[in-house]
């Protein structure tokens, strides 16, 4: 099996597997946080997690097209959305973003369809009595519309920023070193005449995108800081390393993040770029990573011990590690817990994590 450029996915159903657990911790500095993974659902295919104002349901979308809702860990029989006769799902394909406004009136979803493009979609939700999210199909309202030629390095995180916009995340395109189908010349990362490679800012009154972030290969899941605002962003790596990328909120665009002159910390190809995001962490492959699945700097409350600290995995050794950021100084820890083919995080109403298990599906971080 060759290594994902981003989460690859099963897309049969797997039975639950007991969740594996990191051995003891490595000595470190007293009050260090360490946690475990207690299965909250069995979700299919699990891709992304949102929750909605005034709501205390989850929502998660499945890869195969569904978004389901979880409620007391139970998932509804009824799909709050069913899109599987129009996306075309397997391997990085299929329904990968999913975010609800800050006012919870519109759902917004992020998918390929069957001709293998991206799509960014509105939806108008209501209210249920018991305050659930109805969703009406037919005020489907299509904002962006990216053609991809190739299957692999779709991005897909959709989140709304502090500044209230909608932000999307695309990975470059695919093909090996941003070299793939139709890429711009010295590859897409680095062109601001391709969407691909990019965070963008989606217009979400008029439809569209504009450009935020260049220089970004895949960035899977990127999320903001409930408290501070600062953009986080786990960008997955080519042959080498995985990187993590912070910038402050105040200037959450208008970065070069470096692909695909850069790799993590080192240079990928020739070329100079001046003035690009370093990266806050480098995780080479050589340590068992393969895909970085970013996380959340967690604000819960019932971990007391992870304020602060900035949550995240990694596809391949599934190991939960934190990293905070001290005086310019980056600590990293081990969490002491792993999951199972981890294809994203979500964050509920409380600051709470989650884990979403493409093998084990919907997982809560509790303090142990």
């Known amino acids: 099996m060759t290594r994902p450029s ?25 009050g260090e946080p360490r946690v475990r993974l207690v299965e909250v659902a069995p979700v299919d295919t699990p891709t992304a997690m949102a929750v909605r104002s005034g709501d205390d349901t989850i929502y998660v979308a499945e890869q195969e ?3 389901v809702a979880v409620r007391d860990g139970e998932v509804d029989d009824e799909p709050l959305l069913d899109l599987a006769d129009r996306v075309q799902a397997g391997g990085e394909q299929g329904l990968l973003g999913l975010t609800f406004s800050p006012d919870g009136d519109r759902m917004y979803v992020h ?6 493009n991206a799509r960014v979609e509105e939806y108008t939700v209501s209210s249920d009595d018991d305050g659930t999210a109805s969703v ?19 991005g897909g995180q959709l989140a709304f920023g502090p500044d209230g ?14 070299q793939g189908v139709g890429h711009a010349p010295g590859g897409n990362g680095q062109s601001t005449n391709t969407l691909l490679g990019k965070i963008l800012r989606v217009d979400t009154d008029d439809g ?15 999320s903001f800081d409930r408290d501070t605002g600062d953009l986080w962003i786990g960008d997955v790596g080519q042959s080498a390393y995985e990187e993590i990328d912070r910038v402050p909120a105040d200037q959450p665009c208008g970065h070069n993040f470096g692909w695909n002159v850069f790799e993590g910390d080192e240079q990928y190809r020739p070329g100079q770029i001046d003035d690009h995001v370093e990266p806050v962490a480098v995780l080479s492959h050589d340590d068992g990573n393969c895909s ?7 604000r819960g409350t019932e971990i007391p011990a992870l304020e602060g600290w900035y949550v995240f995995t990694d596809y391949c050794n599934g190991r939960l590690r934190a990293l905070q950021i001290e005086d310019g ?40």
Request: charged share 20%.
């Open 329 to 368: 100084e980056v600590e990293q820890i081990g969490l002491g817990a792993s999951a199972d083919e981890a294809s994203s995080f979500g964050e509920d109403g409380d600051g709470e994590l989650y884990v979403l298990s493409q093998s084990d599906g919907l997982l809560r971080l509790e303090a142990r």
């Open 111 to 116: 998918f390929t369809n069957t001709d293998g």
């Open 292 to 298: 970085v699945i970013g996380g959340y700097v967690y």
């Open 6 to 30: 981003g989460p690859t996915v099963v897309l049969a159903g797997a039975l639950l597997a007991m969740l594996t657990l990191v051995g003891a911790a490595p000595a470190g500095a007293q």
């Open 208 to 222: 569209g995108a504009e450009i935020c972030n260049i220089g970004l290969r895949n960035p899977w899941r990127f």
């Open 65 to 67: 097209g569904r978004i």
């Open 136 to 154: 009406a199909p037919g005020s489907r309202r299509v904002l962006v519309k990216i053609r991809d030629r190739e299957s692999n390095h779709n």
């Open 165 to 178: 916009k909608l932000y999307l995340g695309m990975g470059d395109g695919g093909g090996g070193g941003d």
